[in-house]
């Protein structure tokens, strides 16, 4: 049986982190192979022929381990380490038998109402930043209390740690949606035009009251609303299939439906927030 000397912990609140083995697949085609076959194929269908070339090297299995916080919620991901499925169970028990003793359970028990805390402080200086710039939004900017009715209410309810939403009404007459606005425990995400959305996490190596993340999530939504910035949506078949975001006035790369996710996009719109700089285009 694997044990573990000193468990890994959470980098954001201290708790020790919980893991459970992971399949990861990968290529047998080097790097250098999936380039040049990504360089040699062209037209309509190829990311399809692209895939069946790369799929025909065969693939390598391997386990690794995922982990998540128990305690905070925010610290989650993947070590890619070569273990045999054995290995990876005797490592992610070893971790978890640490996880789980009375003084772990207890830390990580008192981190959800430490998560608010911070959440709702948080919450307090992005409502400042948001109404300095923007005070007719008032009405459109509500803090969320812990134990508000509209977390966890059914499909469309808040997230736990959710301390504040702005619903701010759309000023383009082609978009229906709001432009919605949350801020999390350790992380704020605007989203607007079908499933356009972007996550402003709090760095690692920053003190936990650095309000450097909400900046930078500030900075996008005055650029957002200033129509200094466009958001772009790919579509597949009529379905939004990505989103991203381009400087206004810039035009998106010549073969945007060949970049790495969108394959089968065949339409792309541009939407700005008052309409000015809005396009369609279409896959020729």
Known sequence: MTELHDPERCSYCGCVLQYRPSLFKESLATPTQQR???EEEHG?????????????????????????CP???MHGGTLRREYSLAEAEQVSDAQNRAAETPEALALAAGWEQEVRRRAERDAELFRKLLLDRF????????????GDPAIHEGPEGLEWDCALVAT??????????????????AEVRPSWFDGWHYHFHRLEDVAPGDP?????????????????????????????????????GQDPPENWWASDGSEGASRLILRSWRGTYDRVIERA
Not at 228 to 238: E, K, Q
Request: hydrophobic share 40%; net charge negative; glycine share 8%.
């Open 135 to 146: 005070p007719e939004w008032e009405p459109h900017v509500r803090l969320v209390p812990a």
């Open 71 to 73: 305690g905070c919620g």
């Open 212 to 248: 450097e993340h909400l900046e930078r999530a500030f900075r996008m939504v005055d650029d957002l609303v200033s129509e200094r910035l466009l958001v772009t949506i790919l579509y597949r078949d009529d379905q939004p299939a990505g989103g991203g975001n381009l400087p206004a």
């Open 168 to 185: 701010i009404p759309p000023e383009n007459p082609a978009v229906d949606m709001p432009l919605d606005i949350r801020v999390l425990g």
């Open 44 to 68: 309509p269908d190829r990311w399809e022929r692209i895939r069946e070339r790369i799929a025909a090297y065969g693939f390598r299995e391997t386990w690794g381990i995922a982990f998540s």
């Open 36 to 38: 040049a076959i990504q």
